[in-house]
């Protein structure tokens, strides 16, 4: 089987819905050799492109810094947010509920750590999808070692920046809470408004 086959299924699987069996059909080949193929293109971008997504250290650091302080976000190191994964219902698991989002669908979270050009520097995946955001943050990587060893992930005084889904903290600054009565420079720096800048 040709590897521009394997690549090309592997990148529909992941980025649709369709069943082993539909993915089968559209690439004429057998259940096993598909299921064969995929896991070894995750093992292979798991080798050998795991260091594309990597926390910034050094330089890195202040060109991030600049560039939140560019977009009026000063001392930001990432912005954080949430969104959901959908899965098919899951089968012989514990709290199955658990996995129904408020959104009616099944689901996982995935919580991503972005720079000031939108680009991934940390992910975790995984958590039910009926989970609220503050208790997903609490659940990662991030969040454990902000609580043992801040300063090796926020040199200085830098922080993240998240909306008001996640809990206030010394190294996570979230948004003014919109009760109606927010300022034109309160809405502004909103951290919503991040990228929007750059149309996305």
Not at 6 to 26: C, Q
Not at 73 to 96: R, Y
Not at 114 to 136: E, L, Q, Y
Not at 147 to 154: D, G, K, R
């Amino acid at each position: 089987w040709p590897f521009h086959n394997t690549v090309l299924a592997f990148l529909w699987t992941l980025a649709n819905r369709e069943s082993y069996r539909g993915v089968i059909d559209r690439f004429n080949t057998s259940k096993s050799l598909i299921c064969t193929h995929l896991h070894e293109v995750c093992s292979l971008i798991l080798n050998h492109l795991s260091w594309k997504i990597s926390w910034p250290t050094d330089l890195a650091v202040h060109d991030i810094e600049q560039g939140f302080l560019r977009a009026g976000f000063p001392k930001t190191l990432c912005a954080v947010d949430g969104c959901h994964t959908a899965i098919e219902k899951p089968q012989g698991v514990e709290n199955l509920d658990s996995y129904f989002n408020r959104k009616h669908f099944y689901s996982v979270n995935l919580t991503a750590f972005c720079n000031n050009t939108a680009c991934f520097i940390h992910v975790n995946i995984g958590h039910p999808g009926s989970w609220h955001d503050a208790r997903v943050f609490c659940m990662t990587e991030v969040a454990r070692v902000l609580l043992e060893n801040p300063q090796s992930l926020l040199p200085g005084d830098l922080h993240i920046t998240g909306d008001a889904a996640y809990p206030l903290s010394q190294y996570l600054m979230t948004a003014f809470c919109d009760n109606g009565h927010l300022t034109v420079h309160h809405e502004e720096v909103q951290p919503e408004t991040l990228f929007s800048q750059d149309g996305d």
